[in-house]
């Protein structure tokens, strides 16, 4: 008799899933260095072309077709755009005016903004544990950005937590108006896809900063920096992400995000030497409480299997 597979086995996208908040927890201190010696939207055009490149190499190592039909074709263009091109100018945006720890902790937000977006489009809906934690993660998130006082409503930082948290329901929008598409798709194909559409608007935007950008004076570490970020934290995880969106659905993707912070908090205390008040930790706490609360108070409709941020 075959042994039978347990319910908490962690499958290959599993895996994958768990390694991105690594990944990203990582990469918001690794961006916050290298922004000491590139410009934000210079940084953002190298790393996106060198996660283009890394993609269609792996598509034509693997010998994978881009054909498919002209509609979902389009539609990957678009949701390019979005998750690419408008996702990732507010979050470097944001990145460069906040804390890599305040900056981690908005895009937690994203599982709950995946629930309510997928609420209104009538993808799940709420139970009252649900809209417990929807209320708890936006009361934690409150608290973590009023520590600025009110003299933070007129800093840059607290322009960048807007910033990041715009980002955040930006990222939560491509995921849910992605899954149905990448359920249907080679998930590098359609990663591929989404960064023709997304990298070219970033480069554009990008030509001020390319030309008033000191190139000489970026070190070793800005160039392993923008390597890093582009290769592995956009290039591969957004390849793994696009693939849990296809395979397991919104919900139980975006949930494994909910390491990120932790991930990046403890690596921006040790390497950017940042520090979180009380506040800010109760604050963290309470988001990550309500993130629980509004997964496990979620109800699909009809729902069999995919369906639909931050990070980076």
Request: aromatic share 8%; hydrophobic share 55%.
């Amino acid at each position: 008799m075959p042994p039978r597979k347990s319910r908490f086995s962690l499958t290959a996208v599993d895996l994958g899933l768990l390694g991105i908040p690594v990944v990203w927890g990582v990469n918001y201190a690794v961006i916050k260095a290298a922004l000491r010696e590139f410009q934000p939207m210079a940084f953002n055009g190298v790393r996106f072309a060198l996660a283009t490149v890394t993609i269609g190499l792996l598509l034509r190592h693997r010998g994978i077709s881009l054909r498919m039909p002209r509609e979902r074709l389009w539609r990957l263009a678009l949701l390019g755009v979005l998750g690419n091109s408008v996702y990732q100018v507010l979050f470097i945006e944001g990145i460069a005016r906040t804390s890599a720890a305040n900056a981690s902790l908005t895009m937690a937000s994203s599982p709950m903004l995946v629930a309510l977006l997928a609420t209104a489009l009538g993808r799940e809906r709420l139970r009252g544990r649900g809209w417990l934690g929807v209320v708890l993660a936006v009361a934690g998130l409150t608290l973590v950005l009023s520590v600025q006082g009110l003299a933070g409503f007129t800093s840059a930082g607290l322009v960048g937590d807007l910033l990041i948290l715009a980002a955040a329901a930006t990222w939560a929008l491509y995921s849910v108006l992605a899954s149905t598409v990448m359920a249907r798709t080679s998930p590098l194909s359609a990663t591929l896809v989404t960064f023709l559409s997304g990298t070219p608007v970033l480069l554009l935007m990008a030509v001020p900063s390319f030309a008033s950008q000191d190139w000489r004076g970026i070190g070793a570490m800005g160039w392993l920096g923008v390597a890093f970020s582009g290769i592995v934290a956009i290039g591969l995880a957004y390849l793994a992400w696009n693939t849990g969106l296809g395979a397991v659905g919104s919900t139980r993707t975006v949930v494994y995000s909910n390491l990120t912070p932790v991930v990046a908090a403890a690596l921006a205390w040790v390497t950017l030497g940042e520090r979180w008040t009380f506040l800010q930790i109760v604050g963290a706490v309470v988001v990550l409480v309500g993130i629980a609360l509004t997964r496990r108070g979620t109800v699909y409709p009809g729902h069999v299997q995919p369906e639909t941020p931050r990070g980076t």
